[in-house]
């Protein structure tokens, strides 16, 4: 049969069975589209963790340090948690008393299995020269030596203790070192600067953390001095020192957080060389007179191939330490997570395709009058067969353009919306390095993927809008409702007095037993109001409201009159604190209510 007469015959059987071919087309456009789709979101999924590291520079930069001596413990931590998975460590003879007397402390195990396992160098000593020929290496940027101190950072609260990295001049811009988030770099100037992180900040009191920015705050530690004199060479003690610094800036720890250590501050180089914290390390440097290299920091230029520079460098006898170690396991994760989804997604294509089997074997038996008058008139075998398959190729090219449409669709507004917000949740270096491995944070990322996955092949739903924030006026009624109360109180009216407590509430009355019910509670103001000369007001001085909206507090001031016993009026001021929670009726009721006198003790016993 010629072509045009298979197309004519074709549209012809397929627009007698619409509701068939509708059916069936639908199938495959659902098919084609969830395998597109589900395609597109792994490679979203996959470029939503790993671009934002190499725009940080996690490929432009790695660590360096002698091998047996690693300085980053994350990595120790995990060599040996992997060790005691696959073989319990002994304790026992020598060894266990070694290690209790405090002997030297043993080489590194990560480092050293690198080293025997790739048959390299034997180490060497991180000093002056080998820096020097580590600048030699084709496309190395620079080689620093990183300061990483630890500091006690106070924002007239409780003092923080963390890590505070020292800017090399070279990078004034803290390319792959940190991302500028709010505020400025260092500028010059006489006051000494600080940039803090998000999360550190927010511990420091600052909500939101750009409040930080322009303050000044304290920064502590102890460091070792040399006694001399009398007290021998050897002897040393601990000088506690205080520096005030400026924030200038909210950063984002970037790919230096691997490479360096786990800081979440930076100072410039200059402020951070005054810093000398008591370490072990700084007590070896004072009993030998010797400033020892324990690390070091390569950054390339752009488009140099991180991994072969990183093998050159441990070929000298180094241990070397980069985002690669994360990246690899974040990229085996979303593999996995790919070959899943296309899983899922041929599944639904062989449905689609089984769909098309069956529509046309049902075809077939129908139409058994009409191939039997085809043969009749001279039709062959082939040409019966080609019909039958040229109407379902064209099925199902129709339906893989459609599902192709409809994927394009999908991955323009649907999943676009998704992965940006994937990406403002996206983990960033510190939440990288708080678990065992990077392997939590596949788990982190696929589970709000595969919902979303879930949601696209059931079909999509509008995404429910976050409530708005009610505080302020929430904040406003209870100041509107603790104000309406004291009123109603000046009116010595107990019902109406008692109406503003919840059924379970609690009043803490001073010199009075606990009040727990509304029975109680009403005999306490039912007593109070009977008392001669009585007179009650108060104010309210704050009031605030959680962020869960259902529950709130004021406090404030009230004045209390009174006739003693020998009938002569007295006064008593104090404070009171309230704490509310808002009712299934969107009104307001106190939960529990304390309030205590002002005056001194004495005084207050003998009136």
Known sequence: MKLDDLLRSCLQDLSDRKLRTTLTLSGIVI????????????????????????ERGAL?????????????????????????REKPPKREGTAAAAEAAGKARPADPASLAEGEASGEAPARPLDEKALEEIRKIPGVRLVSVPLLRPLTLLAGGDGIETLVYGLPPEIPGGEGIYKLEAGSHFAPGKDVQILIGKRLAGELGFDPPQRAIGTSIKARWEELAGLGGLAGPAAVALQKREMEVKVAGIIDAGAAYITVGPFRAVVNLETAEKIRPASIEALRALASGKNLLHEAVVFLERGVDLQKTEARVREMGFTTRSALEFLSDVQRGMLLLQVLLGCLGGVALSVA????????????????????????????????RSQFFFDAAVLGLAGALGGLALAWGTDRYVATAVFRWIAEGRPSAHDYLEGESAMKEHRRVAVPVACCLTILTLGCAPQQQPAPDTRATDEAAIRAADMA????AATKQVDATV?????DATLLAPNAPMANDKQSIRKTWTDMFATPGFSLSWQTTKAEVARSGDIGYSIGTYQLGMDDPKGNPMTDRGKYATVWRKQPDGNWKAIVDIFNTDLPATLAEAR
């Open 31 to 54: 098919g084609a589209a969830a395998l597109a789709s589900l395609q597109s979101l792994a490679e979203g999924a996959r470029a939503s963790v790993l671009d934002p590291w190499q």
């Open 60 to 84: 432009s930069q790695f660590g360096v340090a002698p091998r047996g001596e690693n300085p980053w413990p994350q990595r120790r931590r995990t060599h040996e948690m992997r060790q005691r």
């Open 353 to 384: 395709g089984l769909g098309i089997a069956n529509t046309f074997l049902t075809a077939v038996y129908e139409r058994t009058h009409e191939i039997g008058v085809r043969r009749a008139v001279g039709a062959r075998r082939a040409d019966i």
């Open 485 to 488: 109360w004291s009123k109603v």
């Open 499 to 503: 109406a503003y407590y919840a059924d």
